[in-house]
């Protein structure tokens, strides 16, 4: 687990080394002896032993899911390279049942009196009105998550049909098979807070938005 957690720091994936460092810390709380096992002992027994352990801290279903996901990843890798064998493995048919953990969350909206109270607002400092507007673009984008948002440059903007597109692949899913660059029609709203980026803000080499700060940044974090 400590060399897959560096190699995903190597590479750049920050947020799925943290899953796997959580995963880590958990397990470690479970299992004092944690770093003596080796794979055949983390059975299915092993797993559910596991499982009551994360309910007693009150974790709940999706809770639970992410740390046996993650799990079942270094076990699936280690299986794969030879380091463990499938004779133990306790997930799959007829083993633990990470799916079956899932709960639906009660969706939380924003209502329409405060988002209009957002678009409207007056903020007399540049941090707070470039803020607001950094929200409002991610609004304006169909909720564009802060990472996709941060990489745009000039390049992602196409112009075909008759208007320009921010046209993107999401870096979380950018190297998978089979994905679809996402199109977003730059409308008036997004296109004043473009240019208002462009007036207001210390823009860094082609990016749209004030987000990197770094010229040269190539989307890795070391």
């Not at 064998?85 to 799916?99: C, D, L, W």
Request: proline residues 3%.
């Amino acid at each position: 687990m400590l060399a897959h957690i560096a190699t995903l720091k190597d590479t750049g994936h920050i947020g799925n080394s943290i899953c796997y460092t959580r995963t880590l810390h958990m397990l470690e709380l479970f299992d004092s002896k944690f770093d003596k096992k080796v794979f055949p002992e983390i059975d299915l027994k092993y797993v559910k032993a596991f499982d009551v352990f994360l309910q007693k801290r009150d974790c709940k279903g999706n809770t639970r899911k992410y740390y046996f996901k993650a799990l079942r990843s270094i076990l699936n890798l280690a299986i794969q390279e030879k380091e463990a064998s499938e004779s133990t493995y306790p997930f799959g048919k007829g083993g633990f049942n990470i799916a079956a953990l899932e709960e639906e969350t009660e969706k939380c909206y924003l209502p329409h009196n405060d988002m209009d109270k957002i678009k409207s607002a007056v903020m007399t400092k540049t941090t707070l009105e470039m803020t607001r507007r950094l929200f409002l673009f991610s609004y304006y984008c169909y909720g564009i998550s802060f990472i996709d948002a941060a990489l745009l440059t000039k390049k992602n903007i196409i112009r075909y049909n008759g208007g320009n597109y921010i046209v993107y692949k999401r870096n979380k899913t950018k190297e998978a098979k089979k994905v679809k660059p996402i199109q977003i029609k730059i409308t008036n709203e997004i296109q004043d807070h473009l240019d208002w980026f462009v007036a207001n803000t210390p823009l860094v080499e082609d990016y749209l938005l004030p987000i990197v700060s770094i010229a040269g940044y190539t989307g890795y974090i070391r």
